[in-house]
């Protein structure tokens, strides 16, 4: 499997407040950041895996939903969470 315990606990205590810390909007988008990265690059070997595609979809719209409601709550915690996983160019 390509998320252990370890990568997500590791995930959690980068960008939540520790590793046990699964509820922060931060670690949520951390995490989704990690899943979309590796679904993208398992789609550019398999073009036609639609099913994979959708679900890459929902993690975006999850994500996007996440960082709605961090920019809504507090625009400093979106900037330093956008520049920290380098999500906008």
């Not at 951390?30 to 679900?55: C, G, M, P, Q």
Request: net charge positive; proline share 0%; hydrophobic share 30%.
């Amino acid at each position: 499997m390509y998320l252990t315990k370890e990568k997500k606990q590791e995930i959690f205590e980068k960008y939540g407040k520790s590793n046990s810390d699964t509820g922060s909007a931060e670690g949520q988008i951390a995490l989704f950041s990690y899943r979309i990265s590796h679904l993208t690059e398992h789609l550019k070997v398999n073009k036609k895996d639609y099913s994979t595609e959708h679900a890459l979809v929902k993690l975006v719209g999850k994500r996007r939903n996440l960082l709605d409601y961090i920019k809504n709550k507090d625009i400093e915690r979106y900037r330093a969470i956008i520049k920290e996983l380098g999500i906008r160019k």
